[in-house]
């Protein structure tokens, strides 16, 4: 049994394994354009883009780890083409807590997601949030309750299903 905690260890970094252990994520969404995608969901949430870094992909670039194709310009500034992230605005470290990933795939969407995303508004009007989020973009899908629990399922600008409550 030593030999399997071991090499357990050594599959987690060397860390020891304990499976009451946490452990941070990060949720990916499949996008036509990643880079519109997180603009619009950091304008949604509040959060913010994560920056890019120019000198860094250049250097990747110059290193031969990448090609001018892995890159793209966004807003004037030179970005990886296959994704942009958003994190909360009190996760600006260097490992965000609060992520979302949006990913470059060929397809479109085609049916509905099995996971989507709540926006809880707090103490804002959840009718006027809907109404904004329309107003750039967002379709609304469903009025739904239960008991005193009220939300609305609405649409990104690419389909993706979300609920405001």
Same mark, same amino acid.
């Given at each position: 049994?030593? +030999?399997?905690?071991?090499?357990?260890?050594?599959?987690?970094?060397?860390?020891?394994?304990?499976?009451?252990? /946490?452990?941070?994520? *990060?949720?990916?969404?499949?996008?036509?354009?990643?880079?519109? *995608?997180? !603009? +619009? +969901?950091? @304008?949604?949430?509040? +959060?913010?883009?994560?920056?890019?870094?120019?000198?860094?992909?250049?250097?990747?670039?110059?290193?031969?780890? /990448?090609? &001018? /194709? !892995?890159? =793209?310009?966004?807003?004037?500034?030179?970005?990886?083409?296959?994704?942009? /992230?958003?994190?909360?605005?009190?996760?600006?470290?260097?490992?965000? *807590?609060?992520?979302?990933?949006?990913?470059?795939?060929?397809?479109? $969407?085609?049916? $509905?997601?099995?996971?989507?995303?709540?926006?809880?508004?707090?103490?804002?009007?959840?009718?006027?949030?809907?109404?904004?989020?329309?107003?750039?973009?967002? =379709?609304?899908?469903? &009025?739904?309750?239960?008991?005193?629990?009220?939300?609305?399922?609405?649409?990104?600008?690419?389909?993706? @299903?979300?609920?405001?409550?």
């Amino acid at each position: 049994m030593l +030999w399997l905690r071991s090499s357990i260890r050594d599959l987690v970094g060397g860390a020891s394994y304990d499976r009451g252990m /946490a452990f941070d994520f *990060q949720v990916v969404v499949d996008s036509a354009d990643p880079h519109a *995608q997180a !603009d +619009w +969901w950091a @304008e949604t949430l509040g +959060w913010a883009v994560e920056p890019t870094d120019e000198a860094f992909i250049r250097r990747m670039i110059d290193g031969g780890y /990448a090609t &001018e /194709a !892995d890159t =793209t310009r966004h807003n004037g500034a030179l970005v990886w083409r296959e994704g942009c /992230a958003i994190r909360h605005p009190e996760d600006q470290g260097p490992a965000p *807590q609060r992520r979302v990933l949006f990913q470059l795939v060929p397809e479109g $969407k085609t049916v $509905k997601n099995r996971v989507h995303l709540d926006i809880r508004v707090r103490g804002d009007d959840a009718g006027a949030v809907v109404e904004r989020l329309t107003g750039r973009g967002a =379709t609304v899908l469903h &009025e739904g309750q239960q008991g005193p629990h009220h939300w609305v399922t609405m649409s990104d600008p690419e389909g993706n @299903e979300f609920c405001v409550s």
